[in-house]
């Protein structure tokens, strides 16, 4: 036997082969590793393309104002906007960008950072509750088909309390899945955090989205012993504990009141009418938000949809099928959908579930060829179509993102034809979304944004190291001009107090109407300079055409006296 093995391994043919054997294995294996992680790679690249992209008004500059006033007033159990008591959102999200600008400094980066790796978080979240539910490939494609949503592409550079929502919600729901599964105490304790950082985050949806998930499944199968286990209780009293400092800070600030808005007004009061912040939205409104928010998956994520609720009451009578993500989708979406207030982004933290059920429905679909060949068309016209966009609306950015973004399409085109199988839909699709990302973080947005002229402002202020005695707003500002300024910009509210602080090398930052009222009061500036204003979250069609662009713009002035 010994003399066999010498022979094999002296013989040179046979070394011969056994390298080429190694290399193709090593290069099997190789392939394997890029296909399963450049897509990760890649969402990273979107992600960071935009860290640094100046923040938009007007909430998502009010949070970093708030996080920086925090920051600078060391007073983190108290929730000031403008030395004002700030009510409407919870605390953590403030905590976190503080902490991230007191580690790393002030700036647009280090305000997104904490929400940026939450949503990495989320990501991970989404590949292990399909994992558990599934399987590996399925949830790896379901974090895939998250990541490079459009939806979280949007969130992750104008970030909000939602981007770090989506990701704890999605979170808690895998732990809190893992333990009816395996009852360890570890996944109580992660679903504790989980549920804790939601609602210390967007308030009790936190904790009603894991609970219509897991109630909803435990309704229709009619698994009442899933709700018998006294560790539960454990769960709730876990999630009391890491909510004190919140309610500490809710009970100092405003009594039991604060406490009340917190746990019921500010989101049950949505649907019955208490909260006074309405905008009557139709019961449709998260339908067609979902139809433009989810691409380029959302043809599939449609089919996933209608595919699942007619196989509901298959679900039921099946035991070993699961129904955690049906109910967590459709009862948070009826229950958002009846708010009396609604906002694009609500609907996002149902995207997580519907990813996994996407990537479920890819990996169960017998035609693959037709529904490649769909996707691919929606990608590219998508794709294409945002590359004209950006040439036509702004071409001062130059072309290259444009033809780059050609050129990724027809790639994905030719990935196509060569893949098999469910490939042939997942990796054209995705490889169109992160040109989607591209597009927006590297030729859009930097195009857009420069027009916050309050940001533009802000940033001249700390330039000029200007003090609140020589530079002013009269009726004009935002909290991006407070943020980017790095302090609270005195404002005036009318022309009498305006002109009693004008003096000689004053700088009065005012919008056109307050500039002509003080020329009509006699003081006319030794000179201004114009500045062009935007207000970039309400973008239409008179601003994206460069022929009518000068017809949407403000005019805002700082006046040099």
């Not at 019961?283 to 595919?307: D, E, Q, V, Y």
């Amino acid at each position: 036997m010994t003399n066999t093995r010498k022979s094999i391994f002296e013989n040179p043919v046979a070394q011969k082969r056994n390298g080429v054997f190694y290399f193709a294995a090593f290069f099997m294996q190789l392939h394997s590793f890029i296909i399963k992680w450049l897509p990760y790679l890649a969402i990273l690249l979107v992600y960071a393309s935009g860290a640094n992209l100046d923040i938009m008004e007007v909430d998502a500059a009010q949070y970093a104002s708030i996080s920086l006033e925090m920051l600078k007033s060391g007073k983190y159990l108290q929730v000031l906007d403008r030395n004002v008591d700030y009510l409407d959102k919870p605390p953590l999200l403030f905590w976190l960008s503080a902490l991230s600008m007191k580690l790393f400094g002030i700036g647009n980066w280090q305000y997104k950072l904490p929400s940026i790796l939450f949503s990495l978080l989320g990501i991970f979240s989404t590949y292990k509750l399909g994992k558990r539910l599934y399987s590996e490939e399925i949830g790896r494609h379901a974090s895939w088909i998250i990541g490079s949503s459009l939806a979280m592409m949007m969130i992750n550079n104008d970030i909000k309390t939602d981007t770090i929502l989506v990701s704890a919600i999605v979170f808690s729901i895998w732990m809190l899945l893992s333990y009816l599964e395996t009852k360890q105490w570890r996944y109580l304790f992660g679903s504790a955090v989980g549920i804790a950082v939601a609602m210390l985050t967007k308030g009790p949806i936190g904790l009603m989205m894991p609970a219509l998930a897991v109630g909803g499944h435990v309704l229709l199968k009619r698994q009442w012993k899933l709700l018998i286990d006294w560790r539960w209780v454990i769960l709730l009293f876990l999630v009391s504990i890491l909510l004190i400092p919140m309610s500490i800070g809710l009970y100092n600030q405003y009594g039991s009141d604060g406490l009340k808005f917190y746990f019921w007004t500010q989101s049950f009061g949505r649907i019955t009418g208490e909260n006074v912040w309405r905008n009557d939205t139709s019961p449709l409104f998260f339908t067609h938000i979902f139809l433009w928010s989810f691409l380029p998956w959302t043809l599939l994520g449609i089919a996933a949809l209608l595919t699942e609720l007619k196989n509901v009451r298959n679900g039921i009578c099946d035991k070993s099928a699961e129904l955690y993500l049906v109910s967590g989708i459709v009862l948070v979406w009826v229950a958002l959908s009846l708010s009396k207030f609604k906002l694009p982004h609500y609907i996002f933290v149902v995207y997580p579930l519907i990813a996994i059920l996407t990537a479920k429905y890819l990996h169960r679909v017998k035609h693959e060829v037709i529904w490649g060949r769909i996707q691919l068309t929606l990608s590219s016209v998508v794709t294409l179509a945002m590359a004209s966009l950006l040439w036509y609306c702004f071409p001062n950015g130059g072309l290259w993102i444009p033809v780059l973004l050609v050129i990724i399409s027809l790639v994905s085109s030719i990935y196509f034809f060569k893949a098999k199988g469910i490939s042939k839909i997942v990796i054209p699709t995705f490889i169109c979304a992160i040109a989607i990302g591209l597009g927006l973080n590297l030729h859009f947005y930097p195009q857009l944004l420069p027009y916050q002229a309050n940001a533009q402002v802000g940033k001249w202020v700390v330039e000029k190291e200007l003090s609140d005695n020589e530079f002013f707003g009269f009726s004009t500002g935002g909290r991006s001009l407070d943020f980017y300024a790095q302090r609270i910009i005195p404002w005036k509210q009318d022309a009498a107090s305006t002109i009693e602080s004008i003096h000689p090398g004053a700088v009065v930052y005012a919008n056109e109407a307050r500039y002509q009222e003080l020329i009509s009061f006699g003081m006319k500036p030794k000179r201004d300079s114009l500045l062009q204003n935007f207000e970039v979250q309400n973008l239409n069609l008179k601003f994206l055409d460069p022929k009518t662009r000068e017809q949407a713009l403000k005019k805002n002035y700082l006046l040099f006296y």
